[in-house]
């Protein structure tokens, strides 16, 4: 009976104890998961076909974006485009220069204004070559004349054509294109020179948008 009597004694200390430490417990700590800025988006990808780019990255939370575009090198002064984006993982940019080098950078904007904005994430690419020239098909060329045919929904202003082989700039020529072969997508090149390889270059102002070659009957 003794052992019993002793057995319960210990079994109250151990609860007394127990319950001292409990009431000797600290506060509870609150941790504030609220980051101080933003995380810069991750996996800021170009991908690119021909003349056009689509830029992809990996969403954040409660943010909306700010996508910035320059034809230079993580200099973004040239031809700089700025896009603001909301709810939104891609941004697109089309009739780019072809073969042209380019940067792009990304921010996350908080809505939460007490949360900074991210820092930018920056990339740079380069442009592969744009043809909006279509095959000339071998009925479009004749002894003294070709025929070229274009996707008429891309904006163009001229054609440059010369003798392959020609390295003198004097000897292109160059047609302005009117509003009607603009609008069909299709010119007639008259006067070349029988049995010669011709090449053809299509024109948005300064920028080369396609290039074809025909030899002559």
């Given at each position: 009976?003794?052992?019993?009597?002793?057995?319960?004694?210990?079994?109250?200390?151990?609860?007394?104890?127990?319950?001292i430490q409990l009431s000797c417990k600290p506060d509870e700590v609150v941790i504030?998961?609220?980051?101080?800025?933003?995380?810069?988006?991750?996996?800021?990808?170009?991908?690119?076909?021909?003349?056009?780019?689509?830029?992809?990255?990996?969403?954040?939370?409660?943010?909306?974006?700010?996508?910035?575009?320059?034809?230079?090198?993580l200099l973004f002064r040239d031809s700089l485009k700025v896009v603001p984006l909301?709810?939104?993982?891609?941004?697109?940019?089309?009739?780019?220069?072809?073969?042209?080098?380019?940067?792009?950078?990304?921010?996350?904007?908080?809505?939460?204004?007490?949360?900074?904005?991210?820092?930018?994430?920056?990339?740079?690419?380069?442009?592969?070559?744009?043809?909006?020239?279509?095959?000339?098909?071998?009925?479009?060329?004749?002894?003294?004349?070709?025929?070229?045919?274009?996707?008429?929904?891309?904006?163009?202003?001229?054609?440059?054509?010369?003798?392959?082989?020609?390295?003198?700039?004097?000897?292109?020529?160059?047609?302005?294109?009117?509003?009607?072969?603009?609008?069909?997508?299709?010119?007639?090149?008259?006067?070349?020179?029988?049995?010669?390889?011709?090449?053809?270059?299509?024109?948005?102002?300064?920028?080369?948008?396609?290039?074809?070659?025909?030899?002559?009957?």
């Amino acid at each position: 009976m003794k052992k019993y009597k002793k057995f319960f004694k210990i079994i109250a200390i151990l609860i007394l104890i127990l319950q001292i430490q409990l009431s000797c417990k600290p506060d509870e700590v609150v941790i504030n998961n609220t980051p101080e800025r933003l995380f810069s988006p991750a996996l800021f990808t170009p991908f690119i076909d021909g003349n056009v780019v689509s830029l992809s990255w990996v969403p954040i939370a409660n943010s909306t974006y700010v996508v910035e575009l320059s034809k230079d090198s993580l200099l973004f002064r040239d031809s700089l485009k700025v896009v603001p984006l909301d709810g939104k993982t891609i941004c697109n940019f089309s009739d780019l220069w072809s073969n042209a080098r380019y940067s792009a950078r990304i921010k996350a904007i908080s809505k939460d204004p007490k949360v900074k904005d991210s820092k930018f994430q920056e990339i740079t690419f380069k442009t592969k070559t744009e043809n909006i020239f279509y095959n000339i098909a071998d009925a479009d060329i004749t002894a003294n004349q070709v025929i070229l045919k274009w996707v008429n929904t891309k904006q163009v202003t001229k054609i440059v054509y010369y003798i392959e082989g020609t390295v003198n700039p004097e000897e292109k020529i160059t047609i302005d294109l009117a509003d009607i072969d603009k609008a069909a997508g299709i010119k007639e090149i008259p006067g070349l020179l029988s049995a010669t390889g011709y090449i053809f270059d299509i024109y948005r102002g300064d920028m080369l948008r396609g290039t074809a070659f025909a030899l002559t009957l």
